[in-house]
């Protein structure tokens, strides 16, 4: 695809690539969460409008960093937008997160359980939160190890104030396209052991711009995608990481 092709022929490249997908794997197509990082809020507009021009109700976006995410959340207030935070959180922005996004994604220590479930304002319904798991077990990489995701899961589902909705991962960029997908498959298995204990459990996020195909076949319920929706990221934006 010409890197300079228009927001709305990228857009219905990745659907396609979605459905695609999904029914070469016999799966309903997951979500499109869109990853906005570096890129501002009227690119996340332009988006936007094209997705509701689609007919979705309420498109969800992710944001890897609290305080570039707060102010594009105040520029879009009041569109119907649904708001995930995909990056690294540390328990000093337990409480901005907790007020700012519908969802984070990014929950993998006992710590952040307390300090979300305290800080979600009352007027707000449950904050929906997913368990990340570092699935490589990569030193450098965020998330709890996979055996620990009973304890980090039961302490979510014990707070009123948290819903727990599932998993999230990244997984390491193995050249391998089987090495990758031995690693959605570990998180499938996790997912649906999950999902044996806890019927609310609805969702797994895996799956970005360059290896979406496989998370599909391995029963992604949500893909998030940044390049492949605007474009290549400026080499500083490059990082997957959060605060
Ligand atoms: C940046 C990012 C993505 C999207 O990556 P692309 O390769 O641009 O699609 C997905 N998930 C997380 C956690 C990210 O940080």
Redo the contacts with the bound molecule.
Sequence with gaps: MPQHSAPGERLQAVALRIDNAASRADRPAPRLLA?G?TRDAGELAALLALRLAAGEARPAF?E?YVQEAAGKIEALAGRPVEWHL??HLQSNKARQAAALFDWVQTLDRPKLVAALARHRPAERGPLNVLVQVNIDDEDSKQGCRPEDVPALADAVAAEPRLALRGLMA?PAPHPEPSRRRAAFARMRAAFEALAARYPQVDTLSMG???DLEEAIAEGATMV?????LFGP?PAAGA???GE
């Design positions: 990853v990082k992710g890897n995909i990056g990244i970005m711009s360059d998030r995608v940044g390049t492949a990221r990082r997957t990481g």
